[in-house]
């Protein structure tokens, strides 16, 4: 990275909980991430912004290994998780996907009853006692903002819900699991305004307890909810820095023309 | 509606409204025309056998002992269940091995093309097949179970390919949530994709059902055997009568057998045969509306 | 390719243009009201006057197109700098005006008897004062960060003629009391062109900030080591 590049990138004050050094994914070839070095803050809302296919997503999957499910996908670099590498053959996959949580861009409810899909996650891992499984499903719904509106219709199939309220349910059934970083790729695409609005109040809530890592394609969100911002452009990490200054006085040409609108 | 440039390509587009009608009354007119010669042999094929097979049919025939149909039947829906005890299993965790496991790669599309290819072997084949391994090699003799096994194979292509692209259906999205929550494959299979996928799967061993419940060269050296006596098998390892090979013994080798017992045989065939889709159909619907996406 | 939001580009570049205009007009009463204290003409004087409502029907409607394009642009970056101190720079413009408009006041006041001494310094930092608002337009149309340190220097002539008015007028004051009316007029002249001195450095200032995104005022940039290249990397790319 040039000077310059390494002045774009700041590191937050404070606690890190996420960091990737010299970063690189390959999918076949392919190169999707190009040499990303950055630190993400612990309990704050760290948005990453850019065009389509520019390697946000693929970023986000490193935290969580998904890339580990796509065949081709190789990657060089370390991937840290509270300045632990994430990819240590020690490590237990199953256990980083739960305190590394996800949730994706199209609401993807498992099509079982509300109750079902936030308990399925506690299950996996252990808990059985009927009672344990209605105090977790009981605070997950209610961290996700959706309690009072399914508090009656657990029994019922999720697939009845709308379309945010599936979204906060999967919200809900990841926080089931007690993660400690919430992964969301462009969780609001696929809502409507009210239903995106009422998903960016939840995140202000929860990212008093978690760290968030969002992804999105509406930068008008990214610059309401995030603390600090990320720009990505073909893989590259452009520019990285506190909200506040990437939307206001961007360092970088590329950054200035992207928050403005003027891609060509 | 210039002319097409280099490159574009060339839409077929009528010159007039008027011609559109006419070619669609025309298109569809052929159409019409194919399906019914389609329909039409079947159609016919069942009339025919209803007609001369009912006055066969009476309860008596059904289940005389000595010329009734009771052993048959009876030895035919073993077969079938036995066969798909069979495939199911093997197939279903063909379909999901090859769907939710295996990495692509030169084994795997071996696989794949080995399984299209039994696909394709002739039932006789099989049928030799089993005769081989079965019944003599393994000797199990002439045998409900050589017959199952046999059948198995033969319609194991079948369960592997429906289940496959029943499990193929299961949106990515739900695999994705049930990794992302840290479940194992298995347990993401298991919980998540199988549960999702059995009305697909169902249909699969639908199929195969009907094919084992009607093919008569697989079991031709390794099951059946022809009686007058009617004899039910007592266990596996017993010979069975099935309802094909009947029916192809009496219209063809014994002697003195009533043209309207040679219709009603195959009346009976057909009407197990249907039914025995129309139970598993059933089924199939009712998970269908238990289970939705 | 066509670049993206080119009908906002153009609305911006509108923006821009209307800004200009007022501050042209603004001028424009400014050497009225300065010739017209000069030469005593009272006629010209009330056209300045009367113009002082054109000026702020500009003030508005410029602030409400910026409102406008706020509300309905999402500007973000340097769009949204550059509206931000359009904002500020008409009530800079709208301020000048006003005070031009007080200095034909004077004028007519004055227009009665003969001056004391014929005006020098006045009509020196009228003109000095001119420049600083023409250049301080030019800085914010060029984006030009050097120009708005040529209008800093300049204040700091004003500031000094404004200093040296002020002590020779206190001392004709005293030696010839008879000609105090009109010496406290020509102060107060004198103290309004130094008021539209400061205005223009606000408006220079809010140019810097338009570029580099830092708001300081100029005072620190008084020192020697100021350099034009303190802008945003981002502009030079």
């Not at chain 1, 109040?201 to 909810?225: D, F």
């Not at chain 2, 079965?134 to 409900?144: A, K, P, Q, T, Y």
């Not at chain 2, 059902?209 to 008569?216: C, D, L, N, Q």
């Not at chain 3, 509300?71 to 359009?86: E, F, S």
Request: net charge negative; aromatic share 6%; with cysteine.
């Amino acid at each position: 990275m040039t000077e310059e590049g390494a002045r774009n990138i700041i590191t937050p004050e404070g606690e890190i909980k996420l960091a990737t050094r010299d970063l690189n994914l390959y999918y076949d070839g392919f190169q999707a991430l190009k040499a990303v070095t950055v630190s993400i803050a612990a309990r704050r809302i760290t948005a990453l912004i850019g065009p389509s296919g520019c390697g946000k997503s693929s970023f986000l999957r490193c935290f969580n290994r998904m890339n580990d499910l796509i065949e081709g996908a190789r990657l060089e670099g370390e991937v840290l998780l509270d300045g632990r590498s994430v990819y240590d053959s020690g490590v237990d996959v199953a256990q980083l996907r739960k305190r590394v949580g996800m949730v994706f861009q199209t609401p993807n409810p498992f099509p079982m009853s509300v109750y079902d899909n936030v308990a399925y996650g506690p299950r996996l891992h252990g808990v059985a006692g009927r009672a344990e499984l209605d105090e977790v499903v009981e605070r997950s719904l209610r961290a996700a903002a959706l309690w009072e509106e399914v508090k009656d219709k657990l029994r019922q199939s999720a697939l009845d819900l709308s379309g945010g309220q599936q979204q906060r349910l999967c919200i809900a059934r990841v926080l089931a699991v007690e993660p400690e970083v919430l992964l969301m790729d462009e969780p609001c695409s696929a809502l409507d305004p009210t239903a995106t609005f009422r998903i960016e109040e939840l995140m202000l809530e929860l990212v008093q307890h978690y760290t968030i890592v969002i992804v999105t394609h509406n930068m008008y969100q990214a610059s309401r909810v995030s603390h600090y911002a990320g720009f990505f452009l073909l893989g590259e990490l452009v520019e990285y820095g506190e909200t506040v200054q990437i939307f206001e006085t961007p360092r970088d040409r590329r950054t200035d023309d992207y928050v403005r609108g003027r891609f060509g | 509606m210039g002319n097409p440039q280099d490159g574009e390509a060339q839409l077929v587009i009528a010159r007039s409204p008027a011609r559109a009608r006419r070619e669609e009354r025309l298109a569809f007119a052929a159409l019409t025309a194919a399906s019914a010669i389609v329909v039409l042999p079947v159609l016919s094929i069942m009339v025919v056998m209803c007609w001369r097979g009912a006055r066969g049919l009476s309860w008596s025939f059904l289940t005389s002992p000595a010329e009734g149909l009771l052993a048959a039947v009876v030895g035919t829906v073993f077969l079938v269940l036995l066969t798909a005890a069979f495939a199911a299993p093997l197939g279903i965790a063909g379909a999901v091995y090859l769907s939710e496991y295996a990495r692509s790669g030169p084994l795997v599309r071996f696989i794949r093309l080995a399984i299209i290819n039994l696909a394709g072997v002739p039932s006789v084949v099989y049928g030799l097949f089993g005769l081989g391994l079965f019944v003599m090699l393994l000797g199990f003799g002439r045998s409900l179970l050589a017959g199952a096994c046999t059948m198995a194979l033969l319609v194991l292509p079948l369960v592997i390919s429906a289940s496959e692209e029943a499990l193929r259906q299961v949106p990515r999205g739900l695999r994705e949530a049930s990794f992302a929550l840290g479940a194992t494959r298995w347990q993401t299979v298991r919980n998540v994709v199988l549960p999702n996928s059995l009305p697909g799967i169902m249909t699969g061993i639908i199929l195969s059902v009907g094919r084992a419940a009607g093919e008569t060269a697989p079991i031709l050296f390794t099951a059946a055997f022809f009686s007058l006596t009617n004899p039910i098998p007592r266990s596996v390892f017993d010979p069975i009568l099935a309802l094909p090979y009947q029916l192809y013994v009496m219209a063809t080798e014994a002697p003195g057998v009533p043209e309207s017992h040679k219709w009603a045989t195959a009346l009976v065939l057909s009407a197990l045969v249907l039914g025995l889709n129309l139970a598993a159909i059933s089924a199939r619907a009712r998970l269908r509306r238990a289970r939705r996406w | 390719m066509r670049r993206t939001r080119q009908a906002f580009d153009e609305q911006l570049a509108q923006l821009e243009q209307r800004l200009l205009s007022m501050g042209e007009f603004v001028e424009a009463m400014l050497e009225k009201s300065a010739r017209a204290l000069k030469s005593q003409d009272v006629k010209l004087a009330q056209e300045v006057i009367v113009a002082d409502d054109t000026a702020d029907d500009m003030d508005i409607a410029i602030e409400q197109q910026c409102m406008r394009l706020l509300a309905l642009q999402q500007p973000m970056a340097r769009d949204l700098r550059m509206i931000g101190t359009v904002m500020k720079v008409i009530g800079d413009v709208e301020r000048i005006g006003d005070h031009s408009v007080d200095i034909a006041r004077s004028a007519i006041k004055l227009a009665g008897a003969e001056y004391f001494k014929p005006l020098v310094d006045i009509p020196r930092m009228a003109e000095l004062v001119r420049t600083m608002l023409r250049r301080a337009l030019e800085a914010l149309v060029a984006r030009n960060l050097e120009i708005v340190f040529q209008v800093v220097e300049l204040d700091d002539e004003v500031d000094h003629l404004w200093d040296s008015l002020r002590e020779e007028l206190e001392e004709i004051m005293q030696r010839r009391p008879e000609v105090v009316t009109q010496a406290v007029a020509l102060l107060l002249v004198a103290h309004w062109l130094e008021r539209i001195a400061d205005h223009c450095v606000n408006i220079a200032e809010r140019v810097a900030y338009m570029e580099t995104g830092r708001l300081e005022t100029l005072a620190a940039s008084h020192r020697a080591d100021y350099r034009p290249s303190d802008r945003s990397p981002a502009d030079d790319q």
